[in-house]
């Protein structure tokens, strides 16, 4: 079981990983049920604290929160008044003066979340929803939960799957996240991208390298498409949108040389016809609805731990 | 320490009790047996089994009522076990919980809150190995293994073999 904040997938240790995947898989069981709600969190309060756009994310741990019958409060910078320059330590401590149990931050500064655990601003648990090029590690979690539901059985972990991430490494919190945590599963990982989006010292990671979409292609379990984070390319890291997705995006030609039971992932939002042709988005082999609605699921396993038993400072 | 139940007890109880159940619910037709996870699901399968071999197959599941217990907030989270419905359902059905100890009622509480969740049996009833008494809330079992009156200082221990390697019911003082 975990306890105090997530914010890193290299936090978890392998069994706490596939312990929360279990109870993931149950909650998401219940969920399908007749009654989808559990009183578990009752009287629980998640603060979503966005100060970047998001779609998924927030709608899936608001949904996740009130599934487990806790309170939900969204907060998104604009229209706050962190758009009037309030720092991020005041807004924490309006939130830890409202009773907030625990804190869900996307913010687009790398070590945002961390920054609020490890200060005394407020004592809520902290669950990284993102920060900046850093990590993202629901989505890693919700990403294994999904490979593990089409392509292992319950109580294995992830050895002998070969994952390729494809695209935009240097900017992605979710390669980062994925990274750590599908190599502690035991999964081979590859990443896929042109040199110049590839972060300095790569080569240090736990993964192999490459930069030939077409050579990989055929001997892989699960290709991850990323998202050309097209806010984050001021500087000309490809020549063209055209040039990259044609060496570098999935589309039909590429979708055919997969192997039968290879699955296709996405983190969205997707940019239909850049690095996914809308086809291959659609395909029978993608799972990209399926990491929306396992999302829920893990998530909800995540509140459930960090929150659904005794916490620091709770009386006995 | 002191032995309340050897392995021939147990077995014995068991059996008895699966024959009051059928004699209560008129045989296996609409028959429901859940039993509450760790050794209340391997009782369940005891009672299952015997009752298979009498009057034929029964309907048998698993229900872990983990999210459902109202001490949650005392003690660290558990992790979730897996809950498994019969194939038929719940759904109109009689449906005997089945546990290995019965003492303040607060798991059988929890466990009337769980099967609220996953539909409307016609009737619940309850099957418990021992009950030691101490109850803190109005709920009392249709089947009774033993009845064992201990001090609330006490504990009761049930050791299956399927789980502990050996079956056996002892009072730790």
């Known amino acids: 079981m975990i306890t105090g904040h997530l914010l890193s997938a290299a936090d978890l240790s392998k069994d706490e990983a596939l312990n929360l995947l279990s109870t993931a898989k149950e909650l998401a069981a219940i969920t399908d049920g007749p009654n989808k709600k559990l009183p578990t969190l009752r009287g629980k309060t998640v603060v979503n604290l966005f100060f970047e756009d998001s779609t998924r994310t927030r709608i899936s741990f608001e949904t996740a929160a009130k599934r487990l019958s806790a309170d939900v409060i969204n907060f998104s910078a604009k229209g706050s008044s962190v758009s009037k320059g309030e720092s991020l330590k005041d807004t924490a401590q309006t939130l830890q003066a409202m009773g907030a149990d625990a804190v869900v931050i996307r913010h687009g500064s790398s070590g945002a979340a961390k920054r609020l655990a490890d200060t005394q601003w407020i004592q809520a648990a902290i669950i990284n929803a993102g920060d900046g090029t850093h990590e993202h590690p629901t989505q890693a979690l919700l990403d294994a939960f999904t490979i593990k539901q089409h392509l292992r059985n319950d109580k294995s972990d992830l050895t002998g799957i070969r994952v390729l991430i494809v695209g935009d490494i240097l900017h992605s919190r979710v390669a980062r996240s994925n990274v750590l945590l599908l190599t502690k599963l035991g999964a081979q990982v590859v990443l896929v991208a042109p040199p110049t989006l590839l972060p300095v010292g790569v080569g240090d990671w736990p993964v192999e390298i490459s930069y030939d979409l077409d050579s990989q292609i055929e001997k892989c379990d699960v290709v991850m498409m990323l998202r050309i984070q097209l806010e984050r390319m001021a500087d000309s890291f490809f020549p063209t949108e055209r040039e990259y997705s044609r060496r570098y995006g999935l589309n039909s030609a590429r979708l055919a040389k997969l192997s039968k039971s290879a699955i296709v992932m996405h983190p969205g939002p997707m940019n239909r016809g850049l690095e996914i042709s809308a086809d291959s988005a659609d395909d029978l082999k993608s799972v990209i609805i399926d990491q929306v609605k396992n999302g829920v699921a893990v998530r909800m396993a995540v509140l459930y731990e960090l929150l659904g038993g005794a916490q620091i400072g709770d009386s006995k | ?173």
């Open chain 2, 1 to 173: 320490m002191s032995i309340l139940l050897s392995s021939s007890d147990i077995d014995r109880a068991i059996k008895r009790i699966s024959h009051e159940i059928l004699e209560h619910n008129q045989g296996i037709t609409n028959l429901v047996l859940m039993g509450i996870p760790t050794r209340g699901a391997y009782l369940a399968d005891r009672i299952s089994a015997f009752i298979t071999e009498i009057e034929g197959p029964v309907a048998t599941g698993v229900l872990d009522i983990t999210l459902h217990r109202d001490d949650l907030r005392l003690r660290p989270p558990k992790p979730l076990l897996p809950t498994k419905l019969p194939p038929g359902g719940i759904e109109g059905k009689d449906l005997v919980l089945v546990d290995d100890v019965l003492f303040s009622g607060r798991t059988i509480r929890a466990a009337l809150d769980a099967i609220g969740e996953l539909g409307r049996p016609r009737s619940v009833q309850l099957a418990v190995l021992v009950d030691r008494g101490h109850r803190e809330l109005p709920i009392r079992a249709d089947y009774v293994g033993k009845n064992i009156p201990t001090s609330k200082s006490e504990s009761v221990k049930v050791h299956l073999s399927e789980y502990d390697n050996e079956d056996l019911v002892e009072l730790i003082k």
